[in-house]
């Protein structure tokens, strides 16, 4: 048993016996052999950086990233479409539903640094209807990949009209780009904005609905 697996054997151990199978408990399941590859190459990277990687605050490092690295990832096991057709109702109902701040976490793919913000999603049925945890679950699956926000939005976008087959969607993301703001051009306060529209939201008047919600405070 290699260094990586005697630690996720640990790990593994140390959470079933935590809570004594006392009330609620989240369990996080990796792939053993996908971790364990990651976690050597994310100690050699360690090494290439001029580290030692077996010093104390470095020891369990690689294990820790290659989880990590995983968890940010999660999106590409995830099918957004099956996350809509799993509940789907019918509704006569043909007015704009909008969830708005959506939060989003995401890694740039050029870099690897984050990129965060809120996401702005609205849709009007077209004789069907999804649930409301549903949209951001989409948002979630595909910002949980390798992404540019710019693809962020209309995946999204794509994903909820094919779908649903509403008579419009429109989604609106604003980000703050960790690659502009530690390296680079280095403009902390450098936000960005995308936005993409289909159907009825292509009209003027229903656009500005849209842009009218996501500002508005109702409560």
Same mark, same amino acid.
């Given at each position: ?6 630690? =996720?054997?640990?790990?593994? /151990?140390?959470?079933?016996?935590? %809570? %004594?199978? %006392? ?13 364990? /590859?990651? @976690?050597? &190459? ?7 950086? #001029?580290?030692? *990687?077996?010093? /104390? ?9 290659? +989880? ?10 995830? %099918? *957004?479409?099956?996350? =809509?057709?799993?509940?789907?109702? +019918? ?6 539903? =909008? ?17 965060? #913000? ?8 077209? #004789?069907?209807? $999804?649930?409301?945890?549903?949209? @951001? ?23 909820? !009209?094919? $779908?649903?087959? *509403? ?13 502009? !703001?530690?390296?680079?051009? !280095? +403009? !902390?306060?450098?936000? $960005? ?11 003027? @008047? $229903?656009? /500005?609905?849209?842009? &009218?919600?996501?500002?508005?405070? =109702?409560?």
């Amino acid at each position: 048993m290699s260094y990586f697996s005697k630690q =996720l054997a640990a790990e593994m /151990e140390f959470s079933l016996h935590e %809570n %004594n199978g %006392n009330g609620y408990q989240k369990i996080e399941r990796f792939n053993d052999d996908r971790t364990e /590859e990651l @976690a050597e &190459h994310y100690k050699q990277s360690l090494r290439l950086l #001029g580290e030692d *990687p077996d010093r /104390e605050g470095l020891i369990k490092t690689p294990l820790r990233v290659a +989880k990590s690295m995983q968890f940010l990832t999660q999106g590409y096991e995830i %099918n *957004p479409v099956e996350i =809509l057709q799993s509940a789907m109702f +019918k509704e006569d109902y043909r007015q704009m539903v =909008l969830v708005k701040n959506i939060e989003i976490y995401s890694l740039c793919e050029h870099h690897l640094l984050p990129f965060f #913000g809120k996401a702005y999603v609205a849709y009007i049925p077209n #004789g069907y209807i $999804t649930g409301l945890s549903k949209i @951001a679950r989409v948002v979630e699956a595909f910002a949980r990949r390798l992404q540019v926000q710019e693809r962020l939005t209309t995946q999204i976008r794509d994903c909820i !009209q094919d $779908t649903l087959q *509403p008579l419009g969607v429109a989604v609106v993301i604003e980000a703050q780009h960790m690659c502009m !703001q530690m390296r680079g051009v !280095q +403009k !902390q306060n450098s936000v $960005t904005t995308t936005s993409d529209f289909t159907g009825a939201f292509l009209k003027k @008047a $229903t656009r /500005e609905e849209f842009i &009218h919600l996501i500002n508005a405070k =109702l409560y």
